[in-house]
């Protein structure tokens, strides 16, 4: 006959549980997320005969994986060729794991070098708004480039909306009620 355990089983978070190495299970599967892409990106970049290094970490509850390489043929005019390759690598993120992945690409620093320019454009406006009273409209924006520019508004104390359909959403800055 066998023993019958008497203590009741632990309900465990699946997203706080931790593997044996002191990572979250969350924290595996981004960057088992991160890894996939990185492959997928190393191999495309195989195929067009593309050097570059590829780099990946977990930041803001994301996986991030950076190409560092000089060639801006893999951002493209505005960023496309990068937004482009950005959702290839995340629908093979989605092959593999099943969900839909909120991976972020960035090659040769652009978003970095893109997030500075929209947060001193961001402040331009705040300062014109200030100023004058009068709601500012902004060019139309991507939705990550939108998220830069809403958070740096509403860091400056000012509140921000977003108009119009894509392709030509576009953030307003508006003065305080």
Known sequence: MSEENNELPTVVDEDQAESSEGRSKKEVALEN???I?????EELMDIVDLDGDIDTF???GRAHVSILN????LVGRDGEVLEALQELARLAVM??????SRLMLDIAGHRETRRTALQELAADAVTEVK???EPVRLSPMNPFERKIVH???AAAGLISESE???????????PKA
């Not at 000089?70 to 043929?73: A, F, I, N, R, T």
């Not at 119009?164 to 508006?174: D, F, I, S």
Request: hydrophobic share 30%.
């Open 70 to 73: 000089g060639s801006e043929v």
């Open 131 to 133: 100023e004058s009273g």
């Open 33 to 35: 997320e991160g890894e």
């Open 164 to 174: 119009g359909e894509e392709p030509q959403r576009r953030v307003v800055v508006l």
């Open 95 to 100: 092959t593999e794991t099943g969900p839909r």
């Open 37 to 41: 892409a990185a492959d997928y990106l």
């Open 58 to 60: 977990i930041e803001g």
């Open 151 to 153: 958070d740096a508004v």
